[in-house]
């Protein structure tokens, strides 16, 4: 069974009236954590669409990078967004339940925010709504600052990367420290470990970004401590 076909099964019971909360519950764990990991940027995808007021052609393409949808799961997948557009429950009542779901690995969050913002930038204009979309969404998930700051800097155009912010260290963190904190930024974004917190095979592929940005941190501070 595809995912999108176990997706619509799960959002089959929301259409009959059962809680989002009580779908969520049965979808905690691998690997049925990649469906709910799967709606919850389809969700938050379309409560963003509504607060900047439009959805472009950019937005859906970058979409299915995200997630690679064959033909024949095409209708179900825009069952799946127009669901969740349509749905009365607000953007916050569906952050909320995801944070929940996930409770404290706040680096699944991250690779949510990840997605979100992928989406966001598509057509090549951060609309300041999507930005406050973007912020409460972080606010809600409790995501520190310094990492919410390090996802924007490498999506959003015009914005300067800081190497400490990306790596979530100070200018005045130890060497040691910052080493540490490297490498296990580089180990968090290793595919199988992605696969291993539920995230959906087609989503892995934007960690490949972000080691790019983790990887070019790290040359340029210990680039200045070598010189």
């Known amino acids: 069974m595809s995912i999108w076909s ?24 691998p690997p049925e954590r990649s469906v709910a990991f799967t709606i919850a940027v389809i969700a938050l995808s379309a409560k963003m669409a509504k607060a900047d007021g439009q959805v472009t052609r950019s937005e859906v ?26 749905d009365v429950a607000g953007y916050r009542d569906y952050a909320s339940r995801i944070a929940d779901m996930f409770g404290e690995d706040k680096t699944v969050l991250c690779d949510l925010m990840e997605g979100l913002f992928h989406i ?5 204009d951060y609309h300041p709504k999507e930005d406050a979309f973007l912020s409460e969404v972080a606010r809600i998930f409790d995501l520190p600052d310094h990492r ?9 155009p015009g914005e300067e990367p800081d190497p400490y912010s990306i790596l979530g ?15 296990g930024l580089v180990r968090d974004s290793h595919p199988d470990r992605m696969v291993a917190r539920g995230l959906p095979e087609e989503a892995v592929k934007m960690s490949e970004k ?14 200045k401590h070598a010189a």
Do not use: C, Q
Request: charge should be positive; aromatic fraction near 8%.
């Open 120 to 124: 966001a930038i598509a057509d090549g």
């Open 210 to 223: 972000r080691l790019v940005a983790i990887n070019r941190a790290w040359e340029e501070i210990s680039g």
């Open 61 to 86: 393409a970058a979409f299915r990078e995200v997630f690679h949808i064959a033909p024949e799961d095409e209708p179900g997948a825009a069952r799946v967004f127009n669901l969740a557009r349509t």
């Open 148 to 156: 919410f700051r390090a996802i924007r800097s490498r999506y959003v």
């Open 6 to 29: 176990r997706i619509s099964e799960a959002l089959a019971a929301l259409r009959k009236g059962e809680s989002l909360a009580s779908v969520f519950e049965r979808l905690r764990t």
């Open 169 to 183: 260290v100070d200018p005045e963190t130890p060497m040691d420290e910052i080493r540490r904190a490297w490498r």
